[in-house]
Each structure stands twice: as C-alpha cells, then as structure tokens.
T-cell receptor
Framework: ETGVTQTPRHLVMGMTNKKSLKCEQH?????MYWYKQSAKKPLELMFV???????ENNSVPSRFSPECPNSSHLFLHLHTLQPEDSALYLC?????????????FGPGTRLTVT | ELKVEQNPLFLSMQEGKNYTIYCNYS?????LYWYRQDPGKSLESLFV?????AVKQEGRLMASLDTKARLSTLHITAAVHDLSATYFC????????????FGKGTTLSVSS
C-alpha cells in the first residue's frame, strides 16, 4: 500500500470499551500526527510525534493515549470515551516536524461512541 | 492564540462563474496551506504557500498569500461540478512551525 493508511475505517464502541486506532505511513516520513475532526468544528490537532518521540500533546484528555513504536506506525488507544468523542480521527505524516513540511493525510476512522 | 477564519463557510456557485474564498489569520505566519476534502474522504493537499506574494495555480484554482495583510485567497475560475468539496486553509502554529491550525473550512457546491 502507498501513502497513509488507517484502520479501522469505521468504529462503534460503547463508553466502557477499549479500542485502538492504527495508522501506518509508507512514505518514509519522520513525523506523524493525530487530528480530530468534529462536525462544524475546525480540525483539532491532538498529538505530534517526531522520530517516535511525542513533541506535542494539545491538552487531550487522558482517555486518549497515543503510541508510536516506530516512525511508520502510530496508534491511538481509546478507553472510557464519551459520546462527544464521536468524530472523524485523521492521521497525517510529514517528512519532518514543522509547518514547512506538507502533511499527508490518511482516510480517517469514523468513530461513534454510544 | 492563533485563529484562522475562512469566509464564506458555505458557497453555492453556478457553473462557469468565478468566485473567491478568503482565509484570514491572526498572527504572523509565512506559511499557509490549502487542502480539499470530499465528503467522507480525507484531506488532499492543494497548495503550499511559503512566502509573501506567493501565487500558485492548478487548473481552475489559484491561491495567493499576503503575509502583511495576513490573508490568503483561493480564486475559482469558471466553476465546474468537480470542484464541489470543502476547502480548508491551515497556518503554522508558531514560528517554530510545530503544527498547523486549520480554519473551519468552506463548503463549495456547484450547480448548473
């Protein structure tokens, strides 16, 4: 596969469940990002990783837990979510960290919390 | 706090006519990006504007950046149905360029 892939594409989970979102990039990039896209709101940056190290945590609640085992993979572990966490979660990657680098987005995971 | 405002948020366009959408931001930045998102799809990069006065064109779309006015415009020439989508502008968060702040998006709908 090429580009940035995300699995699953759709996820429905209860508030007591634990699930994980996966992102993989095949572009040889060093920086990876998690964004949340809610209806009628701007895209919100959640986490940034550069060379596997977390460099940004944008005041995200602890029920969201990121993991970056290597520069190609990024996970978002979810537990005890709230209905307001229902959104499209987008992963992106870029050659390096910083806005001089164009970000490439995955297709997203549509999450519904019931 | 950096704010990025797009207007209009919704634009109903007629085929063949020209339109402009605007992206204003609240602090100094030399880098601005335009993305397109089709319904249910991810974001696709359209333009990267890296300096004052930068102008880029692709097909019927032309983007420009005025860093002094803190304004970018996306001009649509002779709109066609294929341009129906949501367009986002994004600006770097700080001079260190840690990450991007996105506008709310402008949803374009082209009708004949």
């Amino acid at each position: 596969e090429t580009g940035v892939t995300q699995t699953p594409r759709h996820l429905v989970m209860g508030m007591t469940n634990k699930k994980s979102l996966k992102c993989e990039q095949h572009l040889g990039h060093n920086a990876m990002y998690w964004y949340k896209q809610s209806a009628k709101k701007p895209l919100e940056l959640m986490f940034v990783y550069n060379f596997k190290e977390q460099t940004e945590n944008n005041s995200v609640p602890s029920r969201f837990s990121p993991e970056c085992p290597n520069s190609s993979h990024l996970f978002l572990h979810l537990h005890t979510l709230q209905p307001e966490d229902s959104a499209l979660y987008l992963c992106a990657s870029s050659p390096g960290q910083g806005s001089a680098y164009e970000q490439y987005f995955g297709p997203g995971t549509r999450l519904t919390v019931t | 706090e950096l704010k990025v405002e797009q207007n209009p948020l919704f634009l109903s366009m007629q085929e063949g006519k020209n339109y402009t959408i605007y992206c204003n931001y609240s602090t100094t930045s030399d880098r601005l990006y335009w993305y397109r998102q089709d319904p249910g799809k991810s974001l696709e990069s359209l333009f990267v504007l890296l300096s004052n006065g930068a102008v880029k064109q692709e097909g019927r779309l032309m983007a420009s950046l005025d860093t002094k006015a803190r304004l970018s415009t996306l001009h649509i020439t002779a709109a066609v149905h294929d341009l129906s989508a949501t367009y986002f502008c994004a600006v770097d968060m700080d001079q260190a360029g840690t990450a991007l702040i996105f506008g709310k998006g402008t949803t374009l709908s082209v009708s004949s």
